[in-house]
């Protein structure tokens, strides 16, 4: 399978309740991205986490990453309708490859 | 405000026509990336460049090619376009290779 695998494959939740998606990989890697995608559209990054960080935050947003069990999770807190969207994890592999990976994307729908 | 472009955002072609697909940014970015995205399939890397006149194959590259002739611009070419090449096709920069990654709205392109 992919590295930068997500899980799950998609969520539903109410306006106000917290979403938690997670991602895991099979290689060393030097960073994890988590981007966001609204239907039909480009993708939007959202936060950068080095292998050397275990948590971030940027606004409603909290990333962890646990290097041990290669995987990280995005939670999204306070829902907000406008929050639907596919969400993508993409690693930067420790293996001399040039570009980033992403997985397959969780596709969050938060009911209003 | 950054900004990634991309010729088309819908596009209708016949089997076995050459299609080119370009994308502009304005950030003056060393690096630039073409993705196709399939449901279930996330983003796969068919291209990406990272200079002028300079390109390295991704993930798929079979029935595609790629031209950079200055900075800014990325062409994606399907040589002879295929049913199997109908996708939601993505166009990226970044400064810095395999960090934050900037994308265009995308191209839907559909093969009768």
């Not at chain 1, 991602?23 to 936060?47: A, E, F, M």
């Amino acid at each position: 399978s992919q590295q930068g695998e997500e899980d799950p494959q998609a969520l539903s939740i109410q306006e106000g309740e917290n979403a938690t998606m997670n991602c895991s990989y099979k290689t060393s890697i030097n960073n994890l991205q988590w981007y966001r995608q609204n239907s039909g559209r480009g993708l939007v990054h959202l936060i950068l986490i080095r292998s050397n960080e275990r948590e971030k935050h940027s606004g409603r947003l909290r990333v962890t990453l646990d290097t041990s069990k290669k995987s990280s999770s995005l939670l999204i807190t306070a829902s907000r309708a406008a929050d639907t969207a596919s969400y993508f994890c993409a690693t930067d592999l420790d293996t001399g490859r040039r570009a980033l990976t992403f997985g397959s994307g969780t596709r969050l729908q938060v009911q209003p | 405000d950054v900004k990634v472009t991309q010729s088309s955002r819908y596009l209708v072609k016949r089997t076995g026509e050459k299609v080119f697909l370009e994308c502009v940014q304005d950030m003056d970015h060393e690096n630039m990336f073409w993705y196709r995205q399939d449901p279930g399939l996330g983003l796969r890397l068919i291209y990406f460049s990272y200079d002028v006149k300079m390109k390295e194959k991704g993930d798929i590259p079979e029935g595609y090619s790629v031209s950079r002739e200055k900075k800014e611009r990325f062409s994606l070419i399907l040589e002879s376009a295929s049913t199997n090449q109908t996708s939601m096709y993505l166009c990226a920069s970044s400064s810095i290779v395999r960090e934050t990654q900037y994308f265009g709205p995308g191209t839907r392109l559909l093969v009768l």
